[in-house]
T-cell receptor
Framework: KAGVTQTPRYLIKTRGQQVTLSCSPI?????VSWYQQTPGQGLQFLFE???????NKGNFPGRFSGRQFSNSRSEMNVSTLELGDSALYLC?????????????FGPGTRLTVL | AQSVTQLDSHVSVSEGTPVLLRCNYS??????LFWYVQHPNKGLQLLLK??????LVKGINGFEAEFKKSETSFHLTKPSAHMSDAAEYFC????????????FGSGTRLLVRP
């Protein structure tokens, strides 16, 4: 099976712009989670989608949003970018069976905000 | 609320010597615990997971971890370090509210000296 893919891998934006990141889960996985990784804050949970519904959200401002499509692909959007949004954004997918909490991560999208 | 504490931010070992990465957890019920590894500029890879089936868990690449409820610990070990083990390691606890949310420790950077 192909792993979790994320596009683009690298992105450079300027303050005030918005950005959309994409994640394709492992085939058959219906849950997609997003995490932000920064040197200062470490890995932090952003949100999780299952069957096109957001089931849980982390402690991030409303500028961070996401959605999931019927094929389980997910997008994450950040509006009005700030310098502090520079980070590695990781997407993870998991199945809905017995191993539901075993998450498989993509390589990440490295976002740099100038 | 669940949490994990990784007791060492950096660990340095010589190639061929044992590795010990320490993790303590906090959970009000029997948790699901994981160790993930992240190589430079790469995503996260699952090393092993504990889900109450057995207290000694064997993972990939010769790593194993022991769940000790009395000590609330889940330390990661390997008998003999290899240069390729140099990476950052994360101890992770799963939030048991069916939301698939993972809580990450702050990470331990493992350095392997030749």
């Amino acid at each position: 099976k192909a792993g979790v893919t994320q596009t683009p891998r690298y992105l450079i934006k300027t303050r005030g712009q918005q950005v959309t990141l994409s994640c394709s889960p492992i085939s058959g996985h219906r849950s997609v989670s997003w995490y932000q990784q920064t040197p200062g804050q470490g890995l932090q949970f952003l949100f999780e989608y299952f069957s096109e519904t957001q089931r849980n959200k982390g402690n991030f401002p409303g500028r961070f949003s996401g959605r999931q499509f019927s094929n389980s692909r997910s997008e994450m959007n950040v509006s009005t970018l700030e310098l502090g949004d520079s980070a590695l954004y990781l997407c993870a997918s998991s199945s809905s069976g017995a191993n539901y909490n075993e998450q498989f991560f993509g390589p990440g999208t490295r976002l740099t905000v100038l | 609320a669940q949490s994990v504490t990784q007791l060492d931010s950096h660990v340095s070992v010589s190639e061929g010597t044992p590795v010990l990465l320490r993790c303590n957890y906090s959970s009000s019920y029997s948790p699901s615990l994981f160790w993930y590894v992240q190589h430079p500029n790469k995503g996260l890879q699952l090393l092993l997971k504990y889900t109450s089936a057995a207290t000694l868990v064997k993972g990939i690449n010769g790593f194993e971890a022991e769940f000790k409820k009395s000590e609330t610990s889940f330390h990661l070990t390997k008998p003999s370090a290899h240069m390729s083990d140099a990476a950052e390691y994360f101890c992770v606890v799963s939030v048991e509210d069916s939301s698939y949310k993972l809580i990450f420790g702050s990470g331990t950077r493992l350095l392997v000296r030749p």
